[in-house]
């Protein structure tokens, strides 16, 4: 049976995850030659709900398009994490938005306020979801920057560039400190504070 | 232009597909999951000197669409169960009149506006017998982004051949999914085009037999006049009573597809040779079974898979070829059994058909699959 590494981008509809699933099937796929394939959920409103994006990424032919336990789970609020929380297998790791996540029912967790640091740091809260596709790029481990670099160039509205590459590397550079720290403490959670800037 | 790698969503994909075939003429109204058909088209056709169009509603779209078919150009709509539908009716009148087009239904839960957002197979018995009166069809169907690309340049292609409107049903899962796609140079891409005639306008006989019971097709505008009507006609096209016109026309209307079956029939087959449970899916679900089979195979089970890409008319010949093998025929679908029905007559007793039904707008998943094929084999 092929390999398979499994991620599921989920929190409120709106909050580009969809946006960022693309952007990481791109880097992945194309930038790095993986076999990819990333689907999507979403209700029938056109903002709010629950919203969720999903990769699976191999080296191989994937038969089977949707996960089937997460290596992974980006959750950009508290009801995702709730939900999707049990998706998640043995040995795989949670990243949380702790600007919206208190709670954190899951043993494996990277707690980051992606949110608040966009907004705080960045000045724009829009750019929450690229800097959590950083982080979840550099702690899955399975592309390099310069792949995201580069998809997230392709992908994002002109003028914006700057911005959003700021936030992929501050996103980038926390994910790593965390994947670090996870693996060299055998820690079972890393807490990233605004202060730690 | 070189081929080109892109990560694409199956509606995407179609879209590609459609131009590569020679597609020029788009008609639709936009409707979850296959409004990305209609976006993609409105921005690729005029790139590419094609018309795109939104209509007022579904009836007009493939009405406009038969429309820009006599008129000569290549061209399709695409929906979703609620549209389709509204397309029977002149699905039926493009088979009568014998104009060649493109129907995409990407399926989504029904019946009605049903689950529009989520996956389903509920439409493989309406596509076949959706339009009224007694006709032959074609019905392709893909499960994944690459297949969704040349499914549709093949739905072109037998559309024209055989002067037919040809269907591609997709579902939610595979019309939405991204997947990395090889883009072909144009040239690469075997192009059909529809039969014309070498004759002068006077001496055109429109609805004429021809050894392979299509007819060659005048575009209008071009001096060859004929008439086109949705009642049975004569060969000249106009409408007839005679029983000595009707029989005719009708048997060539089912010859034309059924002397061509082996070259429309098409399926893939995995691990079959020795298997002793065959499961026969299509769509989303066959990739599903795909990894069933692998599962299945590392536990002793001798499992194989028969994936359908052409729906309709029904792969008769692999079915029974399997059947004569295998202890079990396992028939997954999201729906309440219908391709698994066309199983049943064809095993005629053969072999044992087991049905796994799903319609709770969620993929049927390898394990549940896998259990199913431990629970037939006992």
Not at chain 1, 183 to 194: D, L
Not at chain 2, 37 to 50: C, D, F, H, S, T
Not at chain 2, 76 to 95: D, R, Y
Not at chain 2, 132 to 142: K, T
Request: aromatic residues 6%.
């Amino acid at each position: 049976m092929e390999r398979r590494y499994e991620i599921r981008l989920s929190g409120y509809g709106g909050q580009g995850l969809i946006l960022i699933g693309i952007i990481l099937a791109e880097a992945v796929g194309l930038y790095e030659g993986k076999q990819v394939v990333q689907t999507q959920s979403y209700g029938p409103e056109a903002r709010g709900g629950a919203s969720r994006s999903e990769l699976v990424v191999s080296d191989q032919e994937i038969d089977y398009p949707k996960p089937l336990g997460l290596d992974l789970l980006l959750a950009m609020n508290q009801q995702s994490l709730n939900l999707y929380c049990g998706d998640v297998k043995e040995g795989g790791i949670v990243v949380a938005d702790s600007t919206f996540c208190d709670q954190f029912p899951v043993s494996r967790v990277v707690k980051i306020p992606f949110t608040r640091l966009a907004r705080e740091q960045l000045g724009r809260e829009i750019v929450a979801n690229i800097m959590a596709l950083g982080a979840v790029g550099a702690v899955s481990g399975i592309v390099g920057f310069e792949s995201l670099k580069k998809a997230v160039l392709n992908r994002v509205p002109k003028g914006t560039e700057d911005l959003n590459l700021k936030a992929l590397q501050m996103g980038w550079k926390l994910g790593e400190k965390a994947k670090r720290e996870l693996v060299k403490e055998g820690r079972e959670e890393y807490i990233i504070s605004a202060e730690e800037l | 232009m070189a081929k080109v790698e892109k990560l694409l969503q199956g509606n995407e994909a179609v879209v590609e597909g459609a131009i590569a075939a020679g597609c020029r003429f788009y008609a639709g109204y936009p409707i979850t999951p296959s409004t990305e058909i209609a976006e993609r088209m409105a921005w690729r056709l005029p790139q590419v000197g094609g018309i795109f169009i939104q209509m007022e509603d579904e009836l007009a779209s493939i009405a406009a669409v038969i429309g820009a078919s006599l008129a000569g150009a290549k061209a399709m709509t695409a929906t979703s169960g609620p549209g389709f539908s509204l397309m029977q009716e002149n699905i039926g009148f493009a088979c009568e009149a014998e104009v060649p087009c493109v129907v995409v239904d990407v399926m989504r839960g029904g019946p009605s506006t049903g689950l529009p957002t989520m996956p389903s197979q509920g439409d493989v018995m309406q596509a076949r017998w959706g339009t009224h009166g007694d006709h032959p069809v074609i019905v392709l169907s893909a499960s994944s982004v690459p297949e969704c690309f040349w499914m549709t340049v093949r739905a072109f292609n037998l559309s024209e051949k055989y002067r037919t409107p040809v269907i591609l049903l997709l579902d939610e899962v595979v019309g939405h999914m991204r997947e990395k796609v090889v883009l072909p140079d144009p040239k690469d891409v075997e192009v059909v085009d529809r039969p014309r005639p070498t004759m002068p306008p006077e001496w055109y006989i429109p609805y004429a037999d021809t050894p392979s019971g299509v007819p060659p097709m005048a575009p209008f505008g071009e001096g060859y006049r004929y008439h086109v009507t949705g009642l049975i006609h004569d060969v000249r096209g106009f409408p007839t009573s005679r029983p000595d016109e009707i029989g005719p026309f009708m048997e060539r209307l089912f010859r034309k597809i059924s002397a061509n079956f082996p070259e429309i029939h098409l399926s893939e087959e995995f691990e079959t040779s020795d298997a002793e449970v065959v499961v026969i899916a299509y769509g989303c679900v066959a990739r599903s079974a795909k990894r069933a089979v692998k599962e299945a195979r590392e536990r002793g089970i001798k499992a194989g898979l028969l994936k359908l890409l052409t729906l309709w008319p029904f792969e008769r010949p692999a079915v029974e070829r399997l059947a004569e093998k295998a202890k079990v025929l396992l028939v997954p679908e999201m729906n309440m059994g219908q391709i698994s029905r066309e199983v049943k007559r064809v095993n005629q007793g053969r072999s044992r058909v087991v049905t796994l039904n799903k319609v709770d707008g969620t993929l049927i998943t390898p394990g549940e699959i896998v259990e199913k094929m431990e629970e037939a084999l006992g």
